[in-house]
């Protein structure tokens, strides 16, 4: 007979149990799929970064879009060099909100900056006849920044740094999984299928479905005043705001699209002319 005893006692003599420690491993989670979607060795992501300088020369350049004010992401403790991203989603700001960068220090006095501007300059009251860039991430700047802009990306920013980060992180998990699990009951006969992970905690803030009528069924949805997004080929993709967005939004929205594939709303010739902006 096998007991917890037997099995413990075998991890005791087992003589690769030490490799355990040098894998990250998610509290709660046993993998039993032969590591297809398992845990990596804790040196994984240092080792790719190192390979990419070696085989490369370059540095890497964090795409931050669809992070920044969706999930906690540690720029300095991975090693970043360089990050952008956009203050229009998560970050509240708003249409035409300014994009942002990040220079790690070790790079700021050296890295250069091919879009040279008047507000990068080491002295721009000086009216110098060639360009002299600023000390550290000043020369990054380029022009004169659009005040207003700025000012609607500040209050979308003051509003997330009052949140709690937990909480942050924790919402939109939870909207996504309700969100996907309202629209497998309610359209699951329609044909929506999930293209995100069907693992919350590795969506961020947006939950995407397959359907070959991807674009006109958004174009619907808007009109009844449900604003999501079309990606090529066949993707709705919804994004929820977690500062804003409350779960009765989620069946609200729901509600919509089963309307919309119930009476094949989405069938209107209207809604195929395809925009600029999907």
Not at 147 to 161: F, H, N
Request: proline content about 6%.
């Amino acid at each position: 007979m096998i007991t917890s005893e037997t099995l413990s006692a075998l991890d005791r003599e087992d003589s690769l149990g030490s490799f355990r420690e040098q894998f990250e491993l998610p509290e709660g989670v046993i993998y039993l799929d032969g590591n297809s979607l398992g845990p990596l060795p804790r040196r994984t992501l240092t080792r790719l970064i190192d390979v990419t300088r070696e085989e490369w020369g370059q540095s890497l350049l964090w795409d931050l879009a669809h992070s920044a004010g969706a999930m906690p992401v540690d720029l300095n403790g991975a090693h970043a060099d360089f990050a952008v991203g956009c203050g229009y989603k998560y970050l509240n700001g708003g249409p035409g909100a300014p994009a942002f960068l990040f220079v790690a220090a070790r790079h700021q006095d050296a890295a250069h900056q091919p879009l040279s501007g008047w507000m990068g300059h080491a002295a721009p009251f000086d009216f110098e006849q060639c360009y002299r860039p600023a000390e550290g991430i000043t020369r990054h700047l380029a022009g004169t920044p659009a005040i207003l802009a700025l000012v609607a990306l500040e209050e979308g920013v003051d509003r997330y740094l009052e949140a709690d980060a937990e909480d942050l992180r924790r919402k939109p998990i939870l909207m996504t999984e309700c969100f996907a699990a309202l629209v497998a009951q309610e359209c699951g006969d329609h044909g929506p299928t999930l293209a995100s992970p069907a693992d919350a905690g590795n969506r961020g803030s947006q939950v995407c479905f397959r359907h070959e009528e991807g674009y006109a069924i958004i174009q619907a949805l808007i009109a009844r005043g449900v604003v999501g997004d079309f990606r090529t080929p066949d993707i709705l993709r919804f994004g929820l705001a977690p500062l804003y967005l409350r779960y009765q939004d989620l069946w609200s929205a729901v509600t919509h699209l089963r309307h919309v594939m119930d009476k094949r709303e989405w069938d209107n010739p209207d809604f195929r002319i395809k925009a600029a902006v999907t």
